[in-house]
């Protein structure tokens, strides 16, 4: 089935540490993109990546990094410099800007805890 | 000021009441608008796009306001089933897609 595959969907990180969050799609989708949502909030842009070997930061950056090599495929590392990392990552990926004005497809979100 | 505004409720209604939720949002260059459908604990799904000419699908109807900068979702005879949160979402360009804090809707028996 096509779609967008966030792993793990718990995470429990040390303080310190960093941890990386899988997101894979074969929705042959050029963009993607990473959310983060905390209890009662909207969604946050935290990177996002238009073409593979691009991508740009979004509102909340700091203390994140990303990699874009495969088209399929965009991790998110959430590096000892966030200070708050306990929330809810939401992936998500839509055609490419040629497609119009079309939604965004979200994977199932990965669920991280600073233990 | 937020891009994007919503009521966050809670909306208590019971079965079968219409309700509806209202959305503004800031920039008046904003391209599409959705309406996505959380619910607890799980990632957000489309539930409309809302066209510029309104649209309806089946019990849900989406309007945009373009001069007074707002969306709405009005949902018709409410069941159980409808209780979750829902995002108003307005994309600025490409890539920039504004979310709403969410409004709340309960449904009860």
Not at chain 1, 14 to 37: F, I, P
Request: hydrophobic content about 30%.
């Amino acid at each position: 089935d096509g779609g967008i595959t966030q792993s793990p969907k718990y995470l429990f990180r040390k303080e310190g540490q960093n941890v990386t969050l899988s997101c894979e799609q074969n929705l042959n989708h050029d963009a993607m993109y990473w959310y983060r949502q905390d209890p009662g909030q909207g969604l946050r842009l935290i990177y996002y990546s238009q073409i593979v070997n691009d991508f740009q930061k979004g509102d909340i950056a700091e203390g994140y990094s990303v990699s874009r090599e495969k088209k399929e495929s965009f991790p998110l590392t959430v590096t000892s410099a966030q200070k708050n990392p306990t929330a809810f990552y939401l992936c998500a990926s839509r055609p490419g800007q040629g497609a119009g004005n079309t939604e965004a497809f979200f994977g199932q979100g990965t669920r991280l805890t600073v233990v | 000021r937020k891009e994007v505004e919503q009521d966050p409720g809670p909306f208590n209604v019971p079965e079968g009441a219409t309700v509806a939720f209202n959305c503004t949002y800031s920039n008046s260059a904003s391209q599409s608008f959705f309406w996505y459908r959380q619910d607890c604990r799980k990632e957000p799904k489309l539930l409309m796009s809302v066209y510029s000419s309104g649209n309806e699908d089946g019990r849900f109807t989406a309007q945009l306001n373009r001069a007074s900068q707002y969306i709405s979702l009005l949902i018709r005879d409410s069941k159980l089933s409808d209780s979750a949160t829902y995002l108003c979402v307005v994309n600025f360009n490409f890539n920039k897609f504004y979310f709403g804090s969410g409004t709340k809707l309960n449904v009860k028996p």
